[in-house]
């Protein structure tokens, strides 16, 4: 072999002796590498928040109740009675029953406090009817807008005054307690359009539609049946009413 040979020889084995010594040593590094690596820390669990605390249930006593509902002439308390102020209440022909009605929802000294609605104790024999019976024997189907209450107390405007307690038929038995009113000046007459046992007089001014004519009359100042009747009296004649809570 030639110079020249030799030394291509040799150049190729100098080469091939840096590319071993160069492998290895990145093997080297690669192993050292792969060991040197720590793993990576798992992150602790997120911690699960305690569930929330239910509420004591109320024991029954300590539960709050709605406030009952205040007696009135609609549920179990009493109910007012007046007599109008005024000796002669003129019938409105043009109105009638609705009209004495209305009388007895203006504005009157006797009239006790506060915003209930009245209507008059009188009768017709056709819109309003007490009983068709002496006294209801039948019951309340007797009646036909009837302004009593079945086994109600009545009282005077004073709220204190007990006129008497109605009947399970929605009528008074006589005597009553009280009389409905005092004497007042003018007259003690009222308008009624009933006979003495709570049925519908034939008497009542045409259903309280006229002038003229006759109507049955009352007392208001008395606690029997006058009450109710003591006889008819002109329909121009004077006369108060008798005004009952609703």
């Known amino acids: 072999m030639d110079i020249t040979g030799r030394k291509k020889a040799a150049f190729t084995l100098l080469c091939s002796a840096i590319l071993i010594v160069s492998c290895a040593d990145n093997a080297d ?7 040197s690596i720590d793993a990576m820390p798992v992150p602790d669990a997120m911690p699960v928040p305690d569930a929330m605390p239910v509420p004591d249930a109320a024991p029954p006593d300590a539960q709050s109740e709605p406030d009952a509902m205040p007696a009135t002439c609609q549920t179990t308390g009493f109910c007012f009675m007046y007599v109008t102020n005024l000796g002669d209440e ?3 022909p043009s109105a009638g029953i609705v009209g004495l009605d209305a009388r007895c929802n203006a504005t009157d000294s006797n009239k ?3 915003t209930a609605t009245y209507k008059a104790l009188i009768a017709d024999g056709a819109t309003r009817i007490a009983c068709t019976t002496a006294s209801c024997s039948t019951g309340t189907g007797e009646h036909s807008d009837w302004v009593l209450k079945p086994s109600r107390e009545y009282r005077r405007g004073d709220g204190t005054t007990v006129i008497g307690t ?3 038929n929605g009528v008074f038995t006589f005597p009553l307690d009280n009389a ?3 004497d007042i000046v003018g007259t003690n007459n009222t ?4 006979l003495t046992d709570w049925t519908s007089s034939a008497s009542d001014c045409d259903n309280w539609s006229q002038t003229t004519g006759i109507s049955e009359t009352g007392l208001h100042n008395v606690t ?3 009450l109710l009747s003591i006889g008819t009296s002109g329909c121009t004649n004077s006369g108060a009413l008798v005004c009952v809570e609703q």
């Open 29 to 35: 590094d690669t192993t050292d590498a792969s060991v």
């Open 166 to 168: 109605t009947t399970a």
């Open 112 to 114: 006790p406090a506060g």
């Open 191 to 194: 308008r009624t359009g009933l």
């Open 90 to 92: 003129a019938i409105d």
């Open 224 to 226: 029997g049946a006058e």
């Open 180 to 182: 409905i009113g005092p």
